[in-house]
């Protein structure tokens, strides 16, 4: 299987949404897409926001066999907002 590795901003929406457009732009036509978000919880919002937009793209979420619950919910003692605007 072909699979691509990419990087992609992972503190805002828009940015994530917009990264993700410009790659599936080249390879939509000849290519299934299908998008497994395993990154934060923005890059999978963008995710999905792009999925919806296109429904010919495929959206999965993969289980976590294993969970690290020792660091994995300290939080960083804030609220992080953002207002999605999709260019």
């Known amino acids: 299987q072909d699979v691509i590795s990419f990087e992609f901003p992972v503190d805002s929406i828009t940015d994530c949404v917009s990264r993700l457009r410009e ?13 497994a978000p395993m990154s934060t919880k ?4 963008a995710a999905l ?4 937009a296109n429904h010919d793209i ?13 660091d994995y919910s300290r939080g960083i003692g804030a609220i992080y907002c953002e207002d ?3 260019p």
Do not use: W
Not at 42 to 45: G, H, N
Not at 49 to 52: F, I, M, P, Y
Not at 58 to 70: A, F, I, M, R
């Open 58 to 70: 495929q959206l999965v979420y993969s289980v976590p066999g294993e969970y690290n619950t020792h």
């Open 23 to 35: 790659l599936i732009g080249g390879l939509q036509k000849k290519n299934n897409i299908i998008l």
């Open 42 to 45: 923005l890059s999978t919002i």
């Open 84 to 86: 999605i605007v999709l």
């Open 49 to 52: 926001l792009v999925a919806e």
